[in-house]
């Protein structure tokens, strides 16, 4: 059974006072829960801080990028072993906004999954298409490149610490969420790959994330789907209601 995963990007939000403020809140709702792991992904400013307010906690803390590089001349970049020591568990990898804001490439998410795959930290990896791929026809093959490009030279065991994120960009922020069917559809694909390359058993165990427009509303049709292991969620994650709601999906 793959253990669903609820996970808030916070993107650019929140100073220092407001996370801290925010997760303490969240520590007091999920102190019972355990359906599901919670993961927040506050800005790197307030990842220390967060981390220091969730310690001994059930809810883990990511940051929303890295560099691949262990040190180095790289202005305005963080390293994996900066972001462990700040308190991180886990680092989102690949978001359709990195890649759009700063050109970033498949080899480059490549090189940032093994670097945090070296420091110990579980990768959430985001793949997705944009709304001129999907129109085009094209999903499949952008997935596939995605897929492979990120995954080049992983082994089993490597995949088995990673989490994988399927965000459509045409859903990212529009309010225009993919039907469950839709995103499943290609949550069933991203799993053929991931058999293909890695073999059955890392396949079932991948657990593979829903993101794009996730709200209290939609998340029970989304999480009733077999393919859809949890949601990777922006705006949504930045209330404590709603975030509580999205924790505390519908199940039967
Ligand atoms: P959204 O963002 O929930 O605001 O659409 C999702 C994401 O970018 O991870």
């Given at each position: 059974?793959?253990?669903?995963?609820?996970?808030?990007?916070?993107?650019?939000?929140?100073?220092?006072?407001?996370?801290?403020?925010?997760?303490?809140?969240?520590?007091?709702?999920?102190?019972?829960?355990?359906?599901?792991?919670?993961?927040?992904?506050?800005?790197?400013?307030?990842?220390?801080?967060?981390?220091?307010?969730?310690?001994?906690?059930?809810?883990?803390?990511?940051?929303?990028?890295?560099?691949?590089?262990?040190?180095?001349?790289?202005?305005?970049?963080?390293?994996?072993?900066?972001?462990?020591?700040?308190?991180?568990?886990?680092?989102?990898?690949?978001?359709?906004?990195?890649?759009?804001?700063?050109?970033?490439?498949?080899?480059?998410?490549?090189?940032?999954?093994?670097?945090?795959?070296?420091?110990?930290?579980?990768?959430?990896?985001?793949?997705?298409?944009?709304?001129?791929?999907?129109?085009?026809?094209?999903?499949?093959?952008?997935?596939?490149?995605?897929?492979?490009?990120?995954f080049?030279?992983?082994?089993?065991?490597?995949?088995?610490?990673?989490?994988?994120?399927?965000?459509?960009?045409?859903?990212?922020?529009?309010?225009?969420?993919?039907?469950?069917?839709?995103?499943?559809?290609?949550?069933?694909?991203?799993?053929?790959l991931a058999?293909k390359q890695f073999?059955?058993?890392?396949?079932?165990?991948?657990?593979?994330?829903?993101?794009?427009?996730?709200?209290?509303?939609?998340?029970?049709?989304?999480?009733?789907?077999?393919?859809?292991?949890?949601?990777?969620?922006?705006?949504?994650?930045?209330?404590?209601?709603?975030?509580?709601?999205?924790?505390?999906?519908?199940?039967?």
């Amino acid at each position: 059974m793959r253990k669903p995963v609820i996970a808030g990007n916070w993107k650019m939000y929140k100073t220092i006072g407001e996370s801290v403020d925010f997760v303490k809140d969240l520590r007091a709702r999920f102190a019972k829960v355990d359906h599901c792991d919670v993961v927040v992904a506050p800005p790197f400013t307030a990842l220390r801080a967060v981390a220091d307010a969730l310690k001994g906690s059930n809810i883990a803390v990511a940051a929303q990028d890295c560099h691949w590089n262990k040190e180095g001349a790289h202005t305005g970049d963080v390293s994996t072993s900066m972001l462990w020591d700040a308190g991180c568990t886990h680092v989102i990898i690949g978001h359709s906004e990195r890649r759009r804001d700063h050109g970033e490439k498949d080899e480059e998410v490549n090189k940032k999954i093994k670097a945090a795959l070296g420091s110990q930290l579980f990768p959430i990896v985001c793949v997705g298409e944009t709304l001129e791929e999907r129109e085009a026809g094209e999903t499949e093959k952008i997935l596939h490149r995605q897929f492979t490009g990120a995954f080049l030279g992983l082994t089993a065991q490597e995949i088995s610490r990673i989490i994988l994120a399927y965000e459509p960009v045409w859903a990212i922020g529009t309010g225009r969420t993919a039907t469950p069917e839709i995103a499943a559809e290609s949550h069933r694909l991203l799993r053929e790959l991931a058999r293909k390359q890695f073999g059955d058993e890392p396949a079932i165990n991948l657990r593979i994330l829903y993101g794009g427009s996730v709200k209290p509303d939609n998340v029970g049709g989304l999480m009733a789907q077999p393919e859809i292991d949890g949601a990777l969620v922006g705006g949504a994650s930045l209330k404590a209601d709603s975030f509580a709601a999205l924790v505390n999906y519908p199940r039967t």
